[in-house]
């Protein structure tokens, strides 16, 4: 059974800055891309960040120079740097994941349960 699970959510004032972390655990054959989401009240789900497994990167415009992605040396655990913080990040922020959990078997998109992120004016 695969699980996501991230940390590091808080409120911050606006300006200031947050790192949260997310980390895969079970069974693990091998993680594709691995992917930051977040969900502002009243609002669709967006993509914030993504990294693939050769550490290419991709940023959604709102977050481009004020957000860094990244995975950690394990490559099972990926952060996200979040500076410069406005009020419109506030939302809840999912870690998502491509995992292969046998060779022999498709990667299939995993979520975690997500964190809160609340930035004060």
């Known amino acids: 059974q695969v699980q996501l699970v991230e940390s590091g959510g808080g409120l911050v004032q606006a300006g200031g800055s947050l790192r949260i972390s997310c980390v895969a655990s079970?069974?693990?054959?091998?993680?594709?891309?691995m992917a930051w989401y977040r969900q502002p009240p009243g609002k669709q789900r967006e993509l914030v960040a993504d990294?693939?497994?050769?550490?290419?990167?991709n940023y959604a415009d709102s977050v481009k120079g004020r957000f860094t992605i990244s995975r950690g040396n394990a490559k099972n655990t990926v952060y996200l740097q979040m500076n410069s913080l406005k009020p419109a990040d506030t939302a809840v922020y999912y870690c998502?994941?491509?995992?292969?959990?046998?060779?022999?078997?498709?990667?299939?998109?995993?979520w975690g349960q997500g964190t809160q992120v609340t930035v004060s004016s």
């Open positions: 998502n994941a491509a995992i292969k959990e046998k060779i022999d078997i498709p990667f299939y998109d995993y």
């Open positions: 079970g069974s693990i054959f091998m993680i594709n891309y």
């Open positions: 990294i693939t497994s050769g550490g290419g990167t």
